[in-house]
């Protein structure tokens, strides 16, 4: 083979890979990319589904846990109510007479119990810095002292229950008021035992929601 076939040989050869090169380049490249991409999108895509149901799922615990929350407090409303509710109240008594068989003998409402205002339960201040920090304005000065003395707290009422039958039924009466719906606070239970019949005094105290 004489020197200028072989040269032709070698041009036709880079050709033919340089042809094989630009159609890996021009045709099998911008698929690969297209498939990078589509993968890169289905990873995003299954990100944000994941995210999503995590999402879904806080938000029906939430739910669930509302719901729960909602029970919750409607107990509190009913164990401290936002008044003083008597006739809710002595038809609980009522009840519970009923279930323990010890007559209701007496019922004694005493006097509420403010809750002590906040600026009782403040550290005093030094009375010259007060006096310089006093505002001039007495619209704001008076509007400053309703709030430094908002009531915190619950409203305490004093009550005295008490109930006649045997001693077994006294007690079962006790029992059932102390974890009866309306919380009752009981400072003291005397049960006298000592003649036919026993009577028993509960010294104590329901709260209300101040307003």
Request: some cysteine; charged content about 15%; glycine content about 8%.
């Amino acid at each position: 083979m004489s020197a200028k076939t072989r040269l032709w040989v070698l041009i036709t050869g880079v050709l033919c890979a340089f042809v094989l090169l630009y159609g890996v380049v021009a045709g099998l490249l911008p698929q690969l990319t297209a498939a990078s991409g589509t993968r890169s999108l289905a990873d995003n895509t299954a990100l944000t589904v994941e995210t999503q149901r995590a999402q879904l799922a806080i938000l029906q615990q939430a739910d669930a846990d509302s719901e729960e929350l909602l029970a919750e407090l409607a107990e509190l409303e009913i164990a401290i109510p936002v008044s003083t509710d008597w006739p809710v109240f002595l038809r609980e008594l009522a009840s519970i007479q009923g279930q323990s068989g010890a007559l209701l003998s007496e019922f004694v409402v005493g006097e509420s119990i403010l809750p002590e205002p906040a600026a009782a339960q403040a550290t005093p201040a030094d009375p010259a810095a007060t006096a310089e920090a006093a505002p001039a304005d007495p619209a704001v000065a008076e509007g400053a002292a309703g709030a430094a003395v908002a009531a915190t707290g619950l409203v305490e009422i004093p009550i005295t229950v008490t109930v006649t039958g045997t001693a077994d039924q006294v007690a079962q009466f006790f029992r059932l008021l102390q974890t009866g719906d309306r919380l009752v606070f009981a400072q003291s239970v005397d049960i006298d035992s000592t003649g036919e019949t026993t009577n028993g005094t509960l010294l104590g105290s329901v709260f209300v929601v101040p307003e």
